[in-house]
């Protein structure tokens, strides 16, 4: 990515449209929620503030963890305050991007611009994307065989043109990650010369030929970025694997600490809810709207309705304003001096 497309990515000016999409989703689902109220409002006050103690350590862990995580991936060639700011701009640029189109070009040119040749920036970058997949991957089935159809939520007659389409689409969602994920670790850590030759030859196919010289320069920048990542230890990547899963976990478990806050939930509830929360995430990784800027908030009352019940729309709120719009403050306080200065 060069410095113009980072910068239009990378610009404070960039968080007006999510938040903008978020404020009239919010507004929808309260015009449309029969019992929201100003005596509604009032739900806030039931709130048990222990947990909001509970939701602080959890994204303390999360975010703390994910930078280790890059620390460890660049073998401690990041700092760890540096590895904090990479984390903290990857979130702002993942609430400023469509999932469907993903922040990987961005993170690239922010570890870059942390000091890390391209080659290396590129590895890092491609292997935390092929991280996060894999824990889809593997989670999804785990928790569909432990909680059966169950984990799908019934949508009410309100959400008819929801209630076939949550399963289809998380498996539409589920086989293009299968597919993506195939790919670039084919293409990044097993058979990248292979990856090239068979990109090679279909590029020179007469319907592909103007893309060739793109493809091609992608093609040697991920072997490259291979050349990087050869010979790492076993544990190593049992490691990299761990720190992801518990990455995720905490993120997830912010929905059941602001829930929680509101209502008793049953083990059983809690990990259903974490199974949910799952689902929810790859069914959203096909959304269109920057950071999920809406999409987020209405799939909330669809997948924890059943367990937040007349909290569902205050919960909801809260869940957003912690695990969202901090994450755009953040990146419009750093960008300024992070902008200014030279690796």
Request: proline share 4%; net charge positive.
């Amino acid at each position: 990515m060069d410095n113009g497309k980072a910068q239009k990515v990378l610009n404070p000016k960039s968080v007006w449209l999510p938040v903008l999409l978020g404020f009239v989703i919010i507004s929808f689902l309260a015009y449309r929620d029969d019992q929201f109220s100003k005596e509604s409002l009032l739900l806030f006050s039931d709130f048990r503030l222990v947990n909001i103690l509970i939701v602080l350590l959890f994204i303390v862990f999360k975010d703390g963890l994910n930078a280790l995580r890059v620390r460890l991936l660049s073998h401690s060639e990041i700092d760890f305050y540096p590895a904090i700011r990479v984390v903290l701009l990857w979130e702002f640029a993942i609430g400023v991007t469509p999932p469907v189109i993903g922040a990987a070009a961005v993170l690239i040119f922010i570890i870059f611009k942390e000091g890390q040749s391209f080659g290396k920036a590129l590895a890092y970058s491609l292997l935390l994307a092929i991280l996060d997949n894999l824990f889809f991957l593997t989670a999804s089935p785990l928790v569909i065989l432990g909680a059966s159809e169950s984990v799908f939520p019934l949508v009410d007659t309100t959400n008819e043109w929801l209630e076939d389409g949550v399963s289809k689409v998380f498996w539409l969602s589920y086989s293009s990650v299968v597919a993506y994920t195939a790919f670039m670790l084919s293409a990044l850590l097993f058979f990248p010369k292979t990856v090239r030759k068979i990109l090679s030859s279909i590029m020179n196919l007469r319907w592909f030929q103007k893309w060739r010289a793109p493809v091609m320069k992608q093609s040697d920048e991920m072997i490259l970025a291979s050349q990087v990542l050869k010979g790492q230890s076993l544990l190593y990547w049992l490691k990299l694997l761990g720190l992801t899963y518990l990455i995720w976990i905490f993120k997830f478990a912010l929905v059941n600490a602001w829930v929680g806050g509101f209502a008793d939930l049953t083990l059983d509830n809690q990990l259903l809810m974490l199974s949910r929360h799952l689902v929810m995430w790859v069914v959203m990784l096909v959304s269109p709207s920057p950071g999920n800027a809406g999409t987020a908030e209405l799939m909330f009352s669809v997948f924890y309705q059943d367990f937040a019940g007349k909290y569902t729309f205050v919960s909801s709120v809260l869940w957003r304003l912690s695990t969202y719009y901090p994450y755009l403050i953040a990146g419009v306080i750093l960008m300024p001096r992070w902008w200014k200065s030279d690796k």
